[in-house]
């Protein structure tokens, strides 16, 4: 399937498991990009392969100056924006509802959610320009409840309610929420050994089974399909406002063969 050549993308989350496979595949498709992350060292060997495609932040995803930042270097650096691609997120607190504090949710909230509308509603016009794409990373804990991943789930909830608030309010821009499996990333490692205590047993051994059964997907599976989303030809409106497992049969022109 054909993409257009030399988008600008921005890309949260950048710097590791998914993240760092859909920066791989756009940037060797001639793509560029403003990567966002916690940390500079991942985030600089990309630029440092790719000097003329990559421009870098790094910091506090929860300082919501941080989005209009990025929407800042990307203007004025390529002129345009295409696409956002919301792939950020944390787990903690991994804890019940009631042994949490508000305040850890609002941190969660803040980190997960808020920063990421702050990034949208700042590249919302130059999106609307170009007629472009945002892609949101959700999760299947959005429509499944594990114990203690209440703040992740209702956050992961959110951006699917957002996805399809999107398509209706912005009939140029195509928005799609993506779940990407359970995939071996830094996550699903703090899951299994961190995180194992706070969760019902049963959930607990899933994951743990998942990843000694070699069940685990590769971070360019769903990492290549939410890339191609962003930039390829042939995502119709109709996918506009979906909550879409990344192997879904709608999807499988973007899937690996």
């Known amino acids: 399937m054909a993409d257009s050549q030399g988008k600008v993308i921005i890309l949260t989350g950048a710097s590791r498991g998914i993240g760092l496979a859909i920066s791989h595949y ?3 498709h001639h793509h560029k990009l403003v990567v966002l992350a916690r940390t500079h060292s991942a985030l600089d060997q990309l630029h440092y392969q790719y000097p003329e495609q990559v421009e870098v932040l790094a910091g506090d995803l929860s300082d919501f100056s941080f989005g209009a930042k990025a929407v800042e270097v990307a203007i004025s650096r390529w002129g345009k924006l295409d696409a956002v691609i919301v792939n950020h997120g944390v787990l903690d607190p991994v804890k019940k509802v009631a042994n949490t504090d508000v305040e850890e ?4 909230f803040d980190i997960n959610v808020f920063s990421g509308i702050s990034l949208i509603q700042t590249a919302l016009p130059y999106i609307r320009t170009s007629k472009g794409r945002i892609i949101l990373t959700s999760s299947g804990a959005a429509i499944n409840a594990y114990t203690g991943w209440g703040a992740y789930g209702a956050g992961k909830a959110v951006f699917n309610h957002l996805a399809l608030t999107l ?5 140029d821009v195509t928005t799609i929420s ?3 499996g359970v995939v071996d990333t830094e996550m699903q490692r703090e899951i299994r050994e961190k995180h194992n205590i706070a969760m019902d047993a049963k959930d607990a051994e899933k994951f743990r ?4 059964g070699g069940s685990l997907l590769r971070p360019e ?5 939410i890339a191609k989303l962003a930039v390829e030809d042939g995502v119709g409106k109709e996918l506009s406002g979906k909550f879409l497992n990344w192997n879904d049969d709608v999807l499988k022109a973007f ?3």
């Not at 949710?105 to 969660?108: E, G, I, L, N, P």
């Not at 398509?167 to 009939?171: Q, R, Y």
């Not at 089974?209 to 000694?212: I, R």
């Open 26 to 28: 756009l940037l060797t």
């Open 105 to 108: 949710w609002r941190k969660a």
């Open 167 to 171: 398509a209706i309010e912005e009939p």
């Open 178 to 180: 993506v779940r990407p």
């Open 209 to 212: 089974s998942l990843k000694e």
């Open 221 to 225: 599976q769903p990492g290549h399909v």
């Open 255 to 257: 899937q690996e063969k």
